[in-house]
């Protein structure tokens, strides 16, 4: 960056340690499996003079467990030990490129493994699980700084706009046990929640924001939703098998996603900063473009995200722990037309995380090799 602008490397350090590169993240086997921003997430992170070149990598896990109707917990299930357990585990490896000091692309090659635990899926008589494991949906776009970064250091915003591309298999299948004749097992499609794939091209729309509140104090936020348009695609879920009133819900849906977030960050020196914030991750009940047919399971959690960081010469390392507050999965389409033709309620159950984990690396390779940020700047922060 140029060392005469130090306000701006400020704006870049505390930006650095505030953010996560992937980390507009939803919990549990219902909200945004495994998605973020086409353009990237972190302010840091797109905050790029021409020429820069920033690589990295976000590790991102959770346990799903408590199941919700609505927003009331069934706690039951876990009493009961009939709960279904989701553990995720995912990488995304992410490139960003500095086109020029305002416009910037980026690209996104996540890989995901899942397990599933349950009984239900299982005849109801034994616990077992079924897995999946691969590329997931890869993810890439463009986004451009409304305001010049280096004339306007103390707060911007940026629009971005890019594609997903249906490169994760949506069909992963396992063994399920005392499903098939006479009890027998069989080969299915995993559930929903642990496709590494929806089967669906997305296009998303992003913003983000940074603005100086105060010496060493930031405030920063951003969001996207992504348009899924296609309505199934195609892949049985099974779930007319557990009961006839299910029969709407035979084939997968390829559900829209959206996720915002926003909260201050507080540098305590040159290297180690502290964010805390709000976010909210969900899957609408219906797509704002194309059908709602399919079995989707729409929910939201509203999470409080306390953060930390570490930033070092180029290297950037961060963990963010959201912590869900408030869970939701509200009456789905299938669920509202199987109450009309019954005459009975009906409210499909999902289950969520308490938390979730995001842990990032990433690394920058500045065109000007004279990007090191000088003691003196790093001072102001001490």
């Known amino acids: 960056m140029i060392l005469k602008q130090p306000n701006f490397?400020?704006?870049?350090?505390?930006?650095?340690?505030?953010?996560?590169?992937?980390?507009?993240?939803?919990?549990?086997?219902?909200?945004?499996?495994?998605?973020?921003?086409?353009?990237?997430?972190?302010?840091?992170?797109?905050?790029?003079?021409?020429?820069?070149?920033?690589?990295?990598?976000?590790?991102?896990?959770?346990?799903?467990?408590?199941?919700?109707?609505?927003?009331?917990?069934?706690?039951?299930?876990?009493?009961?030990?009939?709960?279904?357990?989701?553990?995720?585990?995912?990488?995304?490896?992410?490139?960003?490129?500095?086109?020029?000091?305002?416009?910037?692309?980026?690209?996104?090659?996540?890989?995901v493994i899942n397990t599933r635990s349950s009984l239900y899926e299982h005849g109801r008589e034994e616990r077992n699980s079924t897995f999946s494991r691969g590329l997931a949906d890869i993810r890439a776009g463009l986004g451009y700084w409304l305001m010049d970064p280096i004339s306007?250091?103390?707060?911007n915003i940026a629009v971005g706009l890019g594609i997903k591309l249906p490169t994760g298999n949506y069909n992963a299948t396992d063994i399920f046990y005392n499903v098939g004749p006479e009890g027998s097992p069989e080969v299915r499609p995993v559930d929903q929640s642990i496709q590494p794939g929806d089967g669906g091209f997305g296009l998303t729309m992003d913003f983000q924001f940074y603005q100086k509140v105060a010496a060493g104090l930031f405030a920063y936020g951003g969001g996207f939703y992504l348009l899924n348009p296609r309505e199934t695609n195609g892949i049985r879920t099974f779930r007319e098998t557990l009961s006839p009133i299910l029969e709407n819900e035979a084939i997968m849906a390829v559900p829209d996603q959206y996720s915002v977030r926003t909260g201050l960050s507080y540098s305590w020196s040159g290297a180690i900063s502290t964010s805390l914030g709000g976010r909210f991750d969900a899957v609408p009940v219906?797509?704002?473009?194309?059908?709602?047919?399919?079995?989707?399971?729409?929910?939201?959690?509203?999470?409080?995200?306390?953060?930390?960081?570490?930033?070092?010469?180029?290297?950037?390392?961060?963990?963010?722990?959201?912590?869900?507050?408030?869970?939701?999965?509200?009456?789905?389409?299938?669920?509202?037309?199987?109450?009309?033709?019954?005459?009975?309620?009906r409210n499909g159950d999902a289950a969520f995380a308490d938390y979730l984990i995001n842990f990032g690396i990433s690394y920058r390779f500045p065109k000007n090799k004279a990007m090191e940020i000088a003691p003196s700047i790093k001072n102001t922060f001490n």
């Open 9 to 111: 490397l400020i704006a870049i350090l505390i930006l650095a340690l505030s953010s996560n590169p992937t980390n507009l993240r939803a919990q549990g086997c219902v909200a945004i499996r495994h998605f973020s921003s086409c353009v990237g997430n972190s302010l840091e992170n797109n905050l790029l003079e021409k020429g820069d070149l920033l690589v990295g990598m976000n590790y991102r896990y959770f346990k799903s467990f408590r199941h919700f109707r609505g927003t009331e917990e069934e706690a039951d299930r876990v009493a009961s030990s009939t709960e279904v357990i989701n553990h995720s585990h995912a990488w995304d490896f992410f490139l960003t490129y500095g086109i020029s000091d305002r416009l910037y692309t980026s690209i996104t090659i996540p890989t």
């Open 152 to 155: 306007n250091p103390n707060g």
């Open 286 to 345: 219906k797509d704002l473009i194309g059908g709602n047919e399919g079995f989707r399971r729409p929910g939201n959690v509203l999470s409080i995200e306390p953060g930390v960081a570490y930033y070092s010469h180029n290297l950037t390392l961060n963990l963010n722990v959201p912590i869900a507050v408030r869970r939701d999965r509200p009456q789905s389409v299938t669920d509202r037309q199987t109450e009309i033709s019954t005459g009975n309620p």
